[in-house]
């Protein structure tokens, strides 16, 4: 599985992102199949999970985005996508898709997010 993230940027804290990782070179019979997640990875930390929806659509949340982000699938358009709200400064990193399978694990490349204070 091919992964292509986009919609990271520059956002006051209090403000929202929505972030997009697609699989547009995988049917979406086998998109649908994968658990989708997004990590992060701030300057001189560990990549950290913010959240994951299965092919089930149960979702799983880091506690510090708990409340204030939201992620949802379209199987269809074989896309995932984290809608980011209340957004802090502490949210500053690249952010990573992921796709995972049993023991395969797919990475898109990252899209920074940034939020100034």
């Known amino acids: 599985v091919q992964l292509q993230a986009s919609g990271g940027g520059l956002v006051q804290a209090g403000g929202s992102l929505r972030l997009t990782c697609a699989a547009p070179?995988?049917?979406?019979?086998?998109?649908?199949?994968?658990?989708m997640g997004w990590y992060r990875q701030a300057p001189g930390k560990q990549r950290e999970l913010v959240a994951v929806?299965?092919?089930?659509?149960?979702?799983n949340y880091a506690d510090s985005v708990k409340g204030r982000f939201t992620i949802t699938r379209n199987n269809s358009r074989k896309t995932v996508s984290p809608q980011m709200n209340s957004l802090k400064s502490d949210d500053t990193a690249v952010y990573y898709c992921?796709?995972?399978?049993?023991?395969?694990?797919?990475w898109g490349q990252g899209t920074q997010v940034t939020v100034s204070s």
């Open positions: 929806i299965a092919s089930s659509g149960n979702t």
């Open positions: 992921n796709a995972k399978q049993g023991l395969e694990t797919n």
């Open positions: 070179r995988t049917i979406f019979s086998v998109f649908s199949a994968y658990d």
